[in-house]
């Protein structure tokens, strides 16, 4: 399986509304962190994820993460190569 691009170092917090969100896993995006279809060819997908209320939600950019797409705080622990 490919490895993603490493997006970001730290997490992004953003306010969403109640929907269904595509994540982005492979870290190409162009409209971080949500998928524009950047991963196409990849072996990567997008992870599809639901918000049932309005709310501050912090979401990883590294890309990295064991919750997807949470930040877990995986992004401490990458080398800085990755």
């Known amino acids: 399986m490919a490895k993603p691009s490493v997006a970001g170092r730290n997490p992004v917090v953003i306010e969403l509304e109640p ?3 595509y994540w982005c896993t492979c870290g190409l995006s162009k409209n971080q962190p ?3 279809g950047s991963h ?3 072996g990567l ?3 599809m994820f639901k918000v049932e209320a309005k709310g501050k939600h912090t979401l990883c950019l590294c890309k990295h ?3 997807p797409p949470f930040c877990d ?3 401490r622990k990458l080398p800085e190569e990755a």
């Open 19 to 21: 929907g269904t969100y």
């Open 34 to 36: 949500f998928c524009d």
């Open 40 to 42: 196409k060819g990849s």
């Open 45 to 47: 997908k997008s992870t």
């Open 65 to 67: 993460t064991s919750n």
């Open 73 to 75: 705080g995986t992004h």
